[in-house]
């Protein structure tokens, strides 16, 4: 996973359009770790947000997420989020990117691919001032992801960076909707 890692880390110091040219187990291989690397970085943004939470700051409990659990069917909240979201956020996000290979400032379009992503989910939370002064803390997770499903989609494809979106949501919403039926 160390050498996933620091693959990721030097390729995010410059981004290219330098594509993988490996069969489709090492891609999964890849995938894999690459998941790993995103649940570990998204666990430890959320502790630091939950600590934000505990200290009064904002509240999880108007979150999108929350009010859709409460709202809506378990199966449409885990076809949403495990299979709706990920398709359309990837065809719209990451899809293009590819597009700008040939583009001079190509880093700056990656990056900036990665950076809306992670603010357009910021209207998952009730917006306020508070909301909005720690906006760039609440969407770390999701900027991180940005940048991974990125770097997923330019170095295996596009097909890839979806099924890694659609497990990382699907690990992550699970355990909401298996506690709710305790």
Do not use: W
Request: glycine fraction near 4%; charge should be positive.
């Amino acid at each position: 996973m160390q050498i996933a890692f620091n693959a990721l880390i030097q390729y995010l110091k410059n981004p290219t359009c330098e594509t993988l040219k490996i069969s489709v187990n090492d891609k999964l291989k890849i995938l894999t770790k690459l998941l790993f690397i995103a649940l570990i970085i998204s666990f430890t943004l959320g502790i630091l947000i939950h600590f934000l939470e505990h200290f009064g700051l904002f509240k999880m409990d108007s979150h999108a997420i929350t009010k859709l659990l409460n709202e809506k069917p378990k199966i449409i909240v885990f076809l949403m989020a495990v299979f709706v979201a990920p398709i359309l956020e990837e065809l719209f996000f990451r899809a293009p990117i590819v597009l700008f290979c040939h583009n001079k400032q190509f880093k700056y379009l990656f990056y900036g691919f990665a950076i809306v992503f992670g603010f357009i989910h910021i209207a998952n939370y009730e917006i306020s001032s508070t909301i909005l002064l720690l906006s760039p803390l609440l969407i770390s997770p999701q900027i991180a992801l940005g940048l991974i499903l990125g770097y997923t989609r330019v170095k295996l494809g596009l097909l890839y960076a979806i099924l890694l979106h659609m497990v990382f949501n699907g690990l992550l919403i699970s355990p909401s909707l298996i506690v709710m039926d305790l």
